[in-house]
């Protein structure tokens, strides 16, 4: 009997172990969860149905290996040429309702709720805003059709509004995911796929990739800003008018060194010769919240870190490493900071 107990206790203590560390580790991720969001709230309310299941199913099954371990087997059970005994009639029943009736039952629950979850997600909307979203390395380019402006790493949405993001890829397959808003959706070369979703609560949401695409996997994180209709019309009028002139003549000046460098060859700023597409667009860069799609916070040190040496911060990246003066990196800073 003492060599038995653990090994009732180890599957139980691994699902124990689960549950608290699932809890200890929210702190800081967003979690599928706390949804802030309508698509979000379905896919949770499946979720709390399937896990509450999987917990009856867990503790009736244990319980029937505790019984088992704790009770002798029945000699009677077998009697050559005999009646079955009782046990041996229950047994049999036990097979059938828990090997067969109950089984399909809960699958048939299941698959019900998940269909009619599925097509409470995919159900299109009048007045949807249209966003498109392309999965690069490693990082997201942004674009707002309708008002011609693209950014990157950032959404921003009107809350309470359906939105429809319509995403691919030109690499790899990477995978769109804001857990608190809504489920996750590949981004597949050559192939573009729909999310929807209305987002409620006004907040700042952490996205990441959540299909494994190379060395920067973990680094390709965005935010999503929901923020009331008006904040949100004007952030989108805004940005709809390329950047207003240098204010300094530090970022005046800097703005002639990105156009003179290889810089322009790569990125595009509105209003500006630089039209280059392989790197982000950085007409707002000086608003966005960080660099690299979340491998540094954008603050002026850490852009003075990343135009020379974007490779030693993010290794795998395509920008290259840059031989350029101090005064030029700190005049780059000063341009690219002021652009909102
Ligand atoms: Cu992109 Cu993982």
Redesign the pocket.
């Known amino acids: 009997m003492t060599r038995r107990w653990p090994r009732v206790a180890v599957p139980v203590g691994v699902a124990l172990a689960a549950v608290l560390l699932s809890a200890c580790g929210s702190s800081g991720s967003p979690s599928m969860l706390d949804p802030k969001g309508s698509e979000a709230s379905h896919i949770a309310g499946l979720w709390w149905l399937m896990f509450g299941i999987a917990c009856g199913v867990y503790v009736i099954v244990a319980g029937f290996i505790v019984r088992a371990i704790l009770h002798k087997p029945d000699e009677n059970a077998l009697v050559d040429g005999g009646e079955p005994s009782v046990t041996r009639r229950f047994d049999d029943r036990m097979i059938v309702w828990g090997g067969v009736i109950v089984p399909v039952l809960i699958l048939a629950v299941l698959g019900v709720v998940t269909v009619t979850t599925t097509n409470a997600l995919r159900r299109p909307e009048a007045d949807a805003l249209r966003i498109d979203v392309v ?1 690069k390395r ?1 990082w997201w380019e942004v674009t707002y059709p309708a008002a011609h402006f693209t950014t990157a790493n950032e959404l921003h949405l009107p809350a309470g509004r359906p939105v429809e993001i319509e995403l691919t890829s030109d690499n790899v397959i ?2 769109f995911w804001v857990p608190q808003l809504a489920g996750k959706v590949d981004t597949i070369p050559g192939q573009v796929n729909t999310l929807r979703f209305v987002a409620r609560t006004p907040g700042v949401y952490k996205g990441e ?6 060395i920067q ?1 973990a680094h ?1 994180g965005f935010i999503v800003v929901v923020e009331s209709a008006g904040a949100f019309d004007r952030w989108m009028l805004q940005h709809s008018q390329p950047p207003l002139e240098p204010a300094s003549e530090a970022a005046d000046e800097g703005m002639a060194v990105f156009n003179a460098q290889t810089c322009a060859g790569c990125h595009t700023i509105d209003g500006t010769p630089a039209h280059g597409d392989v790197g982000p667009n950085l007409t707002d860069l000086g608003e966005r919240a960080t660099i690299g799609a979340g491998a540094l916070e954008n603050t002026p040190s850490n852009l003075a870190r990343w135009i020379p040496d974007a490779p030693g911060v993010k290794p795998g990246v395509l920008m290259p490493q840059l031989t350029l003066s101090s005064r030029d990196v700190a005049l780059l800073v000063t341009y690219l900071e002021s652009l909102k």
């Open positions: 999965g490693w990477h995978s990739c959540a299909e494994f695409c190379g996997h390709m």
